[in-house]
């Protein structure tokens, strides 16, 4: 056989398609497979350097029309070269480029590069650690990693963490797929722990919610959380059988922190009523909007007061505990009975990649499950207590990631996030222009462009013209994320906020998430800049 | 800079640490990069050849004990180079290798060496297609991936995917991280289909299943589904709030296909009882451990007379969709209100990815989440209908695989699975060691090691006696897919099996799981020699 008939080609007959499982011997083949993953490297990296934010500048519209067929090709249409090349040139400068510097807007970021080479690792090895049978060291490394995790958060000692780290009876966490089932998991550990067997009763697990709840006397179970808590948290709530109306939003304070007295308030209203249960109070590190971090020793406090399980939704900021600088701003993390993580978000991993600890290494005992073929009692078998099923070995990236970075690394990243953010924010309280909305407590900060005249007007409006500023207010501050968007440059998000706890109305601010250690104060500026041209322009039209 | 300064390298200090988000522009640290990806490819490669089975014989209890350190490294241990070398070198060894044609014990198994390519790709334009502005392009390529797929299996006419194709308002389905969470989305759709709102209840998502069920005069919420269902459909019950123990195992027939009458009988029961609901009725295209096949147009018209969500668990068969000869084995699943197909199974990719199909483009509106600053109402942001929340786009990775393959290269490893499993069964039916359990449906089958003349003293025992022979079996079994396992050169799996229905205890069984399209008999009767040697070196021990 030539080296050239070696080459990955079409796949029509069944010598073709041994080929695809045959890693090539020969030298031309391999040579071809190499230049592929060179493109991969560097000709996606073309586009990410060309093109910034939102990429190319079709519409939504035009580009749906492009993919409408919705029959499968019977035979092979195109070789892997091709395949390549195509996404090199049309997919990839139609994606959005999260990695540019000026891709400020959401909590999906550039990576280090080397995770591309780590992603392909675990798709080589292509290892499932719901079972030791198809992931052996894998599973062991994933239990060594949670462990390390586990004592960044928690604490305990040496003892504690020799005890667990490979014990096959404990469980000190699990990776999941993301912060969503992260956080679904912990409040599934929480309402499970919440009702002990009784006659005719085994558990909420097997015999429902309906029975539990019946035996106990209970009309309604609810969650506590502040008004900022993710939305992951109310869709628990449907999945769970608790009802998402019952995951109660508690109002923020003037820090946009939870308000603890009407928490305190709120639970202790729960606590008088015999026929309500509360299976879980969130805190929040880092919230989606606003990266506040809630007042985690204060929320631990009326935890163990009224012997609440205390869950940290840390998916944004669990990893500034890596910062000697700034982990202080979670101080009360290691008091929650059970903490999120996303590996994808501050641990700068690929998508997708999450994790949840517990404090407590047999309280995953409550959703365990077990299957003959697999998941056997007392064996190693990760799959035994995780809501996800098949899993990739995403622990092997993170281990990786932290022996290439150390701590150190990685607070570097997590201190130029937050330095930036509050630079930032010094640059729009000097700026006329704008106004900060919620300060960066982390690396995340929210505000709008309102003119000067218009704030003055604004001081001094009724109830009813306030809201008829804010509105308009709004209409630009919208128009202006819109334009800057489409003009492809640069791109911050924007969302819905109330400015004080005792406004009626949420109002349309601009959101800035800094994560990127590309983005230095220089394109801020930029971005700024951007902003306020485009309001003029604006202006200059509405004037016309 | 000199070109070895710009090598990736300890990310000790701010400069380190912003090179490795620049991927570097000269050729000298270009061309490292790239040698690290081809030692990826054929690194691991070299022990992918060199072993099979669950590779390195170290047992657990010594690899356990040197993944024991619970500390995070401060500073940077090692450089990308070096990770890659300890990984070929010290992980994958002990690792498992699941991509040897002697590997036929798991539902994982090799992958086309493209998969790596295309999951790097993934990797490196991170996008997250929770939302249109960290996806673009991806969001409109993963609708119509599930176009394609959803037409595959249901088969409607042009003028409908042509209307849902890239409709914003409808979803024909969603790309999963796996078998698990599609089964418990279709659950969690049928679920909440079950009420419809009255007054002082809208749904049982927002209001919780205690409300929904006191509401509707109910006890109990059901689902029935063969006793070979997946154990991830006893989590859903249990996540769901229905109760593990609702979820109804109706027993199989001679044909380990779950059973009519008893369906039936059990269904009109239900009907009977007004304080009882049906969720579902789940049937199993493909069984975990025997790769059955349940009559779906029956259950489907059992479904059809009470007004029941009929969903299809077709994780593991759902691609012999794309096989000619074979498809008719799947008729009836385009009846199903839901189906479940994972992605990482028959369809080949990397670990991890499954998804869900709905036959009615609107039911999943039935779990739709809003987030202010993401998924706002009638945007194309798939977060919405889901879930998890960030998900990669490995719609990207199925799209290229079936244009690299087409259906037809797809239907040949399909059809080789099922030619070889049937072979296999014929070769075990030859043997007078073995005794065929299930018969291959599809590709999976089990069998049983028993020496002839125990096969003879079990048929003339009484109950007694047969359960102390058929322990002795069991014993053997274990021992032999124990030791096969540990001596490394190939592996198949076990699990517990009741033969006939009327049985009173299950059984161990030998599983195999014919994917691997370079698994060919020659392998097959190595594997089934060795089982057969095993077994006689266990005699001479015992007679020693």
């Known amino acids: 056989m030539s080296p050239d008939e070696r080459k990955p080609q079409l796949v029509a007959d069944w ?7 045959i890693r090539p011997e020969d030298e031309a083949s391999k040579k071809t497979l190499v230049k592929y993953m060179e493109q991969i490297l560097f000709g996606l990296h073309d586009f990410l350097n060309q093109h910034v934010g939102v990429t190319e500048e079709i519409s939504l519209v035009r580009l749906a029309e ?10 092979p249409q195109k070789k892997l070269g091709d395949v390549i090349s195509d996404i090199i040139n049309e997919i990839a400068p139609r994606a959005v480029n999260v990695a540019s510097p000026y891709f400020i807007g959401h909590m999906t970021s550039a990576i280090p590069f080397f995770m591309v080479h780590l992603k392909a690792i675990t798709a080589a090895l292509n290892q499932n650690v719901i079972k030791l049978e198809t992931s052996k060291v894998l599973s062991v490394l994933e239990k060594q990693i949670l462990a390390k995790i586990h004592r960044l958060i928690f604490k305990f000692d040496h003892a504690f963490y020799d005890t667990h780290v490979q014990n096959v009876d404990t469980s000190l966490g699990v990776f999941t797929t993301g912060g969503t089932t992260a956080n679904i998991t912990a409040l599934w ?9 009784c006659s005719g009763f085994e558990s909420i697990e097997k015999d429902g919610l309906l029975k539990a709840m019946k035996t106990h006397d209970l009309e309604r179970i609810v969650i506590l959380v502040s008004r900022r808590g993710h939305f992951s948290l109310k869709k628990a709530g449907g999945i769970l059988g608790i009802g998402s109306d019952n995951i109660i939003p508690v109002d923020v304070d003037d820090h946009h922190r939870v308000d603890l007295k009407k928490m305190g308030r709120m639970l202790h209203e729960c606590h008088l009523d015999p026929h309500t249960r509360v299976a879980a109070v969130v805190g929040i590190a880092g919230a989606t909007e606003t990266g506040i ?3 985690l020793p204060a929320l631990a406090d009326l935890c163990d ?4 399980h205390f869950h940290v939704d840390a998916a944004w900021g669990g990893p500034v505990l890596l910062s000697e600088q700034y982990n202080h701003l979670l101080t009360g993390i290691e008091r929650a009975d059970s903490v999120t993580i996303d590996s994808h978000k501050q641990f700068y991993m690929p998508m997708t990649s999450g994790m949840v600890y517990f404090k407590d290494p047999h309280v995953m005992d409550h959703i365990v499950y077990h299957a003959s073929y697999v998941n056997r009692p007392g064996s190693v078998d990760l799959g035994i207590k995780t809501l996800e099923g098949s899993r990739e070995a995403n622990s092997l990236i993170l281990d990786s990631a932290l022996k290439i970075m150390g701590t150190r690394g990685y607070g570097l990243m997590i201190d130029h996030g937050i330095r930036t953010a509050r630079h930032f924010a010094d640059e ?7 106004d900060l909305v919620t300060a960066p407590e982390l690396n995340i900060l929210t505000y709008r462009l309102i003119p000067p005249s218009t704030r003055q007007r604004l001081r001094q409006a009724d109830p009813d013209l306030k809201t008829e500023i804010n509105q308009q207010l709004d209409r630009i501050n919208i128009t202006i994320q819109r334009r800057q968007r489409e003009a492809g440059k640069s791109f911050v998000s924007r969302t819905r906020l109330k400015i004080r706890p005792e406004d009626h109305h949420d109002i349309v601010v601009l959101r800035s998430v800094i994560m990127n250690p590309m983005t230095h104060m220089g394109i801020i500026l930029e971005i700024l800049d951007e902003q306020e041209a485009i309001f003029e322009s604006l202006k200059e039209r509405l004037s016309e």
């Open 189 to 197: 550990v929480a309402r499970n722990r919440l009702f002990t067997p």
């Open 428 to 434: 729009i309280n000097k700026r006329d222009m704008f």
């Open 66 to 75: 492009e993919y409408t067929d919705t029959i499968i090709n019977k035979n």
């Open 15 to 21: 010598q073709s398609l041994q080929r695809i499982f």
């Open 293 to 295: 971090v809630d007042p």
């Open 305 to 308: 007061r009224y012997g609440i």
